[in-house]
């Protein structure tokens, strides 16, 4: 008994101690090959790949916060609280991307991102009343140009060169029980798209062993002029990094820290005129900053037909988040994608 109790340890032992085995060369040929799904442009690819991807995205806010505290929704609309006539409650959003990938080279991979967005906003009024609003549509698309500055053994570093284009509406419109019936101009976070064009300049980290796979990312957003309603999105600052344990040939688990900074928007939409109606069409009210610990699984096919082909899902909880509020608060995203690779003839 004592004896197998000692080989178990052993075995336990050698397997933890598995993880700082050299790995010669990185490869995106195992389930940790690539960042867990939440991570955008993490890897570049061999000259002539192809690869296609979809992701479904939910996203999850309820509750108002002002800086790291929770207020209640009362307190919102009180005259004696914040004095709003309106707050939002809730509002879960959903998101569809589909990615393409293609390295002319070694060394340039370019990547076209297309998402649809569909979003719900729960509010009560001071009175008491309660209503939903809801927006959805086509995005701003995202290219980017992922250039290899480091291939060296298991290290890779590049640059994420990314811009997107104002594709999206800056104008969706709903019914409000103050609407008389006729659709409104929705508040600034209902909206579908930025209406300017955005530079989004990054970098990527990659490190590989043999059981284990780790990375980093910074990337950043900025807003390109005014839109044609005379407002502009804050910029958005990301950094993330994250560790894979490879279990099996075709499986890993991945664990995150993802940590960003968005800022208030600038200007003003004309459509908005009382700012003390609802906080969501102040523009100073806007930004914050969040804390995520995403926790993933990836499955990736190492043979057969369908090999290359991946599955990944991940689920980030918010551990700290610190908002100009009051701002709604969100509760968790949920990330599900596939993924598959088109090596050349
Ligand atoms: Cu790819």
Redesign the pocket.
């Known amino acids: 008994m004592t004896k197998r109790i000692t080989a178990s340890l052993l075995g336990l032992a050698l397997a933890a101690a598995a993880p700082v085995a050299a790995q010669t060369e990185w490869t995106s040929s195992r389930p940790d090959g ?1 960042a867990p799904i939440g991570v955008m442009g993490d ?1 570049t ?1 061999e000259a002539g790949e192809f ?1 296609f ?1 979809y992701r479904f995205m939910h996203m999850g806010m309820e509750g108002m916060l002002d800086g790291t505290a929770e207020v209640p929704n009362d307190q919102v609309v009180s005259p004696t609280g914040y004095d709003f006539m309106v707050t939002p409650t809730e509002m879960p959003m959903q998101m569809h991307m589909v990615g393409a ?1 293609y390295a002319p080279s070694d060394r340039v ?1 370019l990547m076209a991102m297309f998402n649809y967005l569909s979003k719900s906003m729960d509010h009560v009024t001071r009175a008491g009343g309660a209503f939903t609003t809801e927006s959805g549509g086509f995005g701003d698309i995202g290219v980017t140009a992922l250039v290899g500055l480091v291939q060296e053994g298991p290290n890779r570093l590049h640059l994420n060169l990314g811009a997107t284009l104002p594709t999206g509406t800056v104008e969706a419109m709903d019914e409000t029980p103050a609407s008389g019936g006729s659709e409104v101009q929705l508040p600034y976070p209902m909206q579908i798209g930025t209406g300017t064009f955005a530079l989004q300049p990054g970098f990527t980290y990659l490190g590989m062993a043999e059981r284990v796979s780790w990375g980093a990312q910074g990337r950043s957003t900025f807003q390109l002029g005014e839109n044609d309603r005379d407002w502009k999105v804050g910029n958005q600052y990301m950094g993330t990094t994250w560790f894979g344990f490879r279990a099996t040939e075709q499986f890993s688990l991945s664990a995150r820290l993802a940590y960003q900074r968005w800022e208030n928007y600038s200007g003003t939409d004309a459509a908005f005129g009382d700012l003390m109606m609802v906080p969501t069409v102040n523009a100073d009210l806007l930004g914050g900053q969040r804390l995520d610990v995403p926790l993933g699984a990836n499955f990736w096919v190492a043979s057969g037909a369908l090999r290359g082909l991946r599955v990944l899902a991940e689920y980030a909880l918010p551990v700290w988040q610190n908002l100009n509020g009051p701002q709604l608060e969100t509760t968790g995203v949920f990330t599900v994608g596939v ?1 598959l ?1 088109v090596e050349p003839g």
């Open positions: 690539h890897h690819h690869m991807s990938m991979t993924q690779s």
